[in-house]
């Protein structure tokens, strides 16, 4: 996801909405609800670090395709910040 994407509240990094609509009576103290809804409201865009390998194992020129198996290790979505990526181990 780019800066551009708005999530289902209509929040976004550089577009949308400041704060989802059902969220000012939380927020309106000025303390603790901003602290808790920072990240929600707040939008980042990060890039993780991943990695992939993969092994070609047979080729069929005839019909220009490839065989083999991959496994890739990268960060999970943070959902533009909120949240705190988990490491993903796929294989194929």
């Given at each position: 996801r780019t800066g551009g994407f708005l999530d289902p509240k209509g929040r976004g990094m550089y577009s949308g909405y400041d704060q989802a609509?059902?969220?000012?009576?939380?927020?309106?103290?000025?303390?603790?609800?901003?602290?808790e809804l920072f990240k929600?409201?707040?939008k980042v865009f990060d890039i993780g670090k991943g990695a992939i390998?993969?092994?070609?194992?047979?080729?069929?020129?005839?019909?220009?395709?490839?065989?083999?198996?991959?496994?890739s290790k990268q960060p999970s979505d943070t959902d533009m910040g909120a949240k705190a990526p988990k490491t993903m181990l796929m294989k194929g």
């Open positions: 609509v059902a969220l000012p009576a939380l927020q309106a103290d000025g303390k603790e609800g901003q602290e929600e409201s707040n390998e993969m092994e070609v194992n047979k080729v069929n020129a005839e019909l220009g395709e490839i065989g083999g198996v991959f496994v």
